[in-house]
């Protein structure tokens, strides 16, 4: 049974960062596309990054030049660095293993930027 789960989340101040880490209990990690997603109180989740097997990366406008989303085949982990953390940046974070017919979610974390 696929397992994700989600690490790093936590309490920053505005213009900090933080990282966030998705370790996958399943198999054939590396052929499955990866993404981050983010939903804030009252709001749909929405996409934040997203990675292909062949490290083809894509991002939402909103976090362009300040988030890094990345992948460790070996260890079966996909992070995401997140830089000059904003306040509207503020939500639970998902991990996303999506394949042709198959669709897995974490548990989500908490990120909160606030002074």
């Known amino acids: 049974q696929v397992q994700l789960v989600e690490s790093g989340g936590g309490l920053v101040q505005p213009g900090g960062s933080l990282t966030l880490s998705c370790a996958d209990s399943?198999?054939?990690?590396?052929?499955?596309?990866m993404g981050w997603y983010r939903q804030a109180p009252g709001k749909q989740r929405d996409l934040v990054a997203r990675?292909?097997?062949?490290?083809?990366?894509t991002y939402a406008d909103s976090v362009k030049g300040r988030f890094t989303i990345s992948r460790d085949n070996a260890k079966n982990t996909v992070y995401l660095q997140m830089n000059s953390l904003k306040p509207e940046d503020t939500a639970v974070y998902y991990c996303?293993?999506?394949?042709?017919?198959?669709?897995?979610w974490g548990q989500g974390t908490q990120v909160t930027v606030s002074s």
């Open positions: 996303n293993k999506r394949g042709s017919i198959s669709d897995y």
């Open positions: 399943g198999r054939f990690f590396s052929m499955y596309v």
């Open positions: 990675i292909t097997s062949d490290d083809s990366t």
